[in-house]
Nanobody, 119 residues
Framework: QVQLVESGGGLVQPGGSLRLSCAASGFTFSTYAMSWYRQAPGKERELVAYITSGGGSTNYADSVKGRFTISRDNAKKTVYLQMNSRKPEDTAVYYC????????????WGQGTQVTVSS
């Protein structure tokens, strides 16, 4: 059974920090690239951060560069998003995504976790 379960969301003050986790199961995690997306009310889902299957390369949306860090622990089958210097515009539902391109392309999505940045 393929599962991606996000956790760590909640309420944080502006300027505060929060770390999201996404625990994977049911597939070969170490062969999948992982991403974090977010979607705010009334807005389209956007890519926040991306990391390759081995963790050697990352990419970030301009809006979060310098503040967010994506990382992964393949032994624990978990991908993380460290969010520092939080801003109100970071408020959204955050989703993790697993993807692999090959003979068959796979895309797995988690259920999402709510992150609210407010004073």
């Amino acid at each position: 059974q393929v599962q991606l379960v996000e956790s760590g969301g909640g309420l944080v003050q502006p300027g505060g920090s929060l770390r999201l986790s996404c625990a994977a199961s049911g597939f070969t995690f170490s062969t999948y690239a992982m991403s974090w997306y977010r979607q705010a009310p009334g807005k389209e889902r956007e890519l926040v951060a991306y990391i390759t299957s081995g963790g050697g390369s990352t990419n970030y949306a301009d809006s979060v560069k310098g503040r967010f860090t994506i990382s992964r622990d393949n032994a624990k089958k978990t991908v993380y998003l460290q969010m520092n210097s939080r801003k109100p515009e970071d408020t959204a539902v955050y989703y993790c995504k697993a993807q692999r391109t090959g003979l068959i392309n796979y895309n797995y999505w988690g259920q999402g976790t709510q992150v609210t940045v407010s004073s």
